[in-house]
């Protein structure tokens, strides 16, 4: 038995032929062995993992559970009732939740097991995990190169076999990014498809928890168990969750696939671009149709991100204050000093940034020119989209520019590291699901993951085709580093 399949952990534990405690011993015996390298993990509570799965084995003697000891990786930013969420944080550093988001809830009801908080850059943003106020999470193909982020830690947890599922969090591609970085599934749902109770807030309107996996069968099984309305989210859909495994059955031969123009201009690296490309052919020789197709806003997308997720997380940081939770400065002179120094210490250098930008777009005099045009052009992209899926049934693109950058190479630069969300963020503002899927390698050894977006609510669509893709076209990945 090994980490790497959920399908078969979940058999086998309902089976009796292993029991989710062997499972659990299994895997943080593989955290205990690569996470001091890798850094994917914040906080693993040990003690309390192997009493969790000793649980799960006494409830599988009376019936079968869906994801029946299957060790999942939760994103620091993701709450865990009496389990430290740090979010990254120094000012959330011993912040430890009284309750459970709602997708915790439910994973642990289908008898999953928490094995660990992983790590992220501070608060979710972030393309690197450097952001992360701990330490960094390494990319387990290259030990001197960033995980991609900021979900970085959940994917590395998969990828390096510690977890075969991880939750992430996306804002702005921040599950596509690091999945395609570390040779893995990852997939942000369509906004509301999945509820945002008890994920901390960044961006509200762009916010989904989004599942990694190692092959899209996995992923739609995690999708399955944490999809659907929730009375404690309003903005997630009263729409029935798909059968997603009937989905996939379907043939994907005549699907019409649209290659977005834009998303192959300048700055795209050379490599990335040919493995994207014969990734492409691929879905031809499925039998997919290939449509060129334009997104013509896809130009203003990170100066339209840019500044709806500060302005956002400008006012959702607010709360940090030292006065309701977290960090507070000893000895304050008084009120405003307490703030003053709580917050300064407690943020790091890109939250602050945030902040400050956020601020300043929504601030008396700038709100329309910055917030209220942005979320204007917001709408031009939806339109876009709109538009193309008329046409197609999905559209492929890169995920990156790049394959991962080398740690540090985009620290001094955030002008730098925000293009490099280039080609995700568009998905993020017209609130349609995209995933990333493994593609190829650089002759570097690193992973390239190629992307598939599609309409609202059509993640069973975009499942079909990684599905098909995934077993027609393997990647053969080298070893890990570690
Ligand atoms: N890299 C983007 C940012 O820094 C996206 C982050 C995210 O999706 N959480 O905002």
């Not at 969790?52 to 599988?60: L, N, P």
């Not at 014969?278 to 806003?297: A, D, M």
């Amino acid at each position: 038995m090994n980490l790497r399949d959920a399908h078969q952990i979940r058999d086998a534990v309902n089976s009796g032929e292993i029991t989710a405690k062997e499972v659990a011993a299994m895997a943080l015996r593989r955290i205990e062995e690569a996470n001091r390298k890798l850094g994917a993990f914040i906080t693993c509570d040990s003690e309390k993992v192997l009493e969790r799965s000793g649980e799960i084995d006494r409830k599988v003697k009376n019936g079968r559970l869906p994801l029946a000891g299957v060790p999942v990786a939760v994103k620091d930013n993701i709450c865990t009732r009496n389990l430290r969420t740090t979010c990254g944080s120094r000012i959330l550093e011993n912040y430890v939740p009284p309750y459970n988001a709602t997708v915790i809830e439910r994973l642990e009801e289908a008898g999953a097991v928490i094995i660990g908080k992983a790590n992220c850059d501070e608060f979710a943003m972030g393309s690197s995990t450097e952001n992360s106020a701990f330490h960094p999470t390494r990319n387990p193909y290259d030990l001197d190169r960033v995980s991609g982020g900021s979900s970085g830690g959940s994917a590395v947890a998969v990828a390096a076999e510690m977890a075969p599922l991880a939750l992430g969090s996306e804002t702005g591609g921040s599950v596509r990014q690091p999945a395609s970085f570390c040779n893995v599934v990852g997939l942000k749902p369509s906004y509301g498809r999945v509820s945002r109770y008890g994920l901390v807030a960044f961006a509200s309107s762009l916010d989904c928890i989004s599942p990694i996996a190692r092959n899209p069968r996995d992923v739609a099984l995690l999708l399955t168990y944490i999809a659907g309305r929730d009375r404690r989210d309003s903005t997630s859909v009263p729409l029935p969750v798909p059968d997603y495994f009937a989905e996939m059955s379907k043939p994907v031969r005549g699907m019409r696939l649209g290659i977005p123009r834009e998303f192959f201009g300048e700055g795209l690296d050379p490599e990335v671009k040919s493995i994207i490309e014969t990734g492409i052919r691929n879905t031809e020789s499925l039998g997919c149709e290939l449509v060129e197709i334009s997104l013509p806003h896809t130009k203003y997308a990170i100066a339209d991100y840019y500044i709806i997720a500060p302005a956002e997380a400008s006012s959702n940081l607010a709360r940090y204050d030292g006065v309701k939770y977290g960090f507070r400065v000893p000895d304050p002179a008084d009120l405003q000093d307490m703030y003053r120094r709580t917050r300064s210490m407690g943020f790091g250098a890109e939250v602050k940034r945030r902040i400050m930008i956020g601020t300043y777009a929504l601030s008396s005099g700038y709100y329309e020119a910055y917030y209220g045009r942005a979320m204007r052009v917001r709408t031009l992209i939806k339109q876009d989209y709109d538009r193309a899926f008329e046409k197609v049934d999905a559209l492929l693109s890169p995920v990156s520019p790049t394959p991962a950058f080398r740690l540090g190479e985009k620290m001094s630069d955030p002008l730098a590291m925000y293009l490099s969300d280039i080609y995700t963020v568009t998905a993020n503002l017209a609130g349609i699901p995209s995933l990333s899927v493994p593609c190829g390698f650089t002759k570097g050894g690193l992973p390239v993951g190629l992307q598939m977006l599609a309409n609202q609510f059509e993640e069973g669509t975009l499942l079909r085709l990684a599905d098909a893709y995934a077993r027609a076209c393997p990647v053969d990945a080298p070893p890990l580093k570690i």
